[in-house]
């Protein structure tokens, strides 16, 4: 089974800072299955990046997503006021089917 | 646009099933699509319950399988979820979302708004 392991756990910054979130997985997986989300209180979760680099549908473009492998990254380039949330990778395994989530990483402000 | 909406009880006792209902509107639950449940328990991250296909196939997390049973009703496109035993661990906000399928990416999207069910006596 496929363990992801985000960090930091937290990141505090400043808005207009960049941040960089980082999704490790336990064994080599495909770029395909590696997805992140955004997760504020009370709301459910919004779909950012999915195939690893691939902005959703109306996800502004200071949210970019990269890697390969068994390192992946979040950025966001300028953090805006309702950029500070919660945010979790998520992986998709074949052999046997099921989805398995990160931790997660608060972003939070400084 | 495809939105999805749980509906349940909010309040289940000890050893007792918790069941929910996910409605689809703006949208056939037919095609090549899953449709899953996941959860948050408060304070913690989310955790994937499982999820089924129109025909009824399922997969479930292997942590929950033993006590979960899903199942979907495609002329009132909804879908639903049970887990039977529960004990306070099960206490979560329950999220039914779409299994996206786009360029080999698979992912959630849309969400519902997600239900708060707490298992107390």
């Known amino acids: 089974e496929i363990v992801l392991t985000q960090s930091p756990g937290t990141l505090s910054l400043s808005p207009g800072e960049r941040a960089t979130l980082s999704c490790r997985a336990s064994q080599r997986v495909s770029s395909y299955y590696l997805a992140w989300y955004q997760k504020k209180p009370g709301q459910a979760p919004r779909l950012l990046i999915y195939?690893?680099?691939s902005r959703a549908t109306g996800i502004p473009d200071r949210f970019s997503g990269s890697g390969s492998g068994t390192d992946f990254t979040l950025t966001i380039s300028r953090l805006e006021p309702e950029d500070f949330a919660v945010y979790y990778c998520q992986h998709y395994s074949s052999s046997p089917p099921i989805f398995t989530f990160g931790p997660g990483t608060k972003v939070d402000v400084k | 646009q495809v939105q999805l909406q749980e509906s349940g009880p909010g309040l289940v006792a000890p050893s007792g099933t918790l069941s929910l209902t996910c409605a689809v509107s703006g949208g056939s639950v037919t095609g090549s699509l899953w449709w899953s449940w996941v959860r948050q328990p408060p304070g913690k991250g989310l955790e994937w319950i499982g999820e089924i296909y129109h025909s009824g196939n399922t997969n479930y997390n292997p942590s929950l399988k033993s006590r979960v049973t899903m199942s979907i009703d495609k002329a009132k496109k909804q879908f639903t979820l049970k887990l039977r035993s529960v004990t306070a661990a099960d206490t979560a906000v329950y999220y039914c979302?779409?299994?996206?399928?786009?360029?080999?990416?698979?992912?959630?999207?849309?969400w519902g708004q997600g239900t708060l069910v707490s298992v107390s006596s």
């Open positions: 979302a779409r299994v996206m399928g786009q360029q080999l990416a698979l992912f959630f999207d849309p």
């Open positions: 195939g690893a680099s």
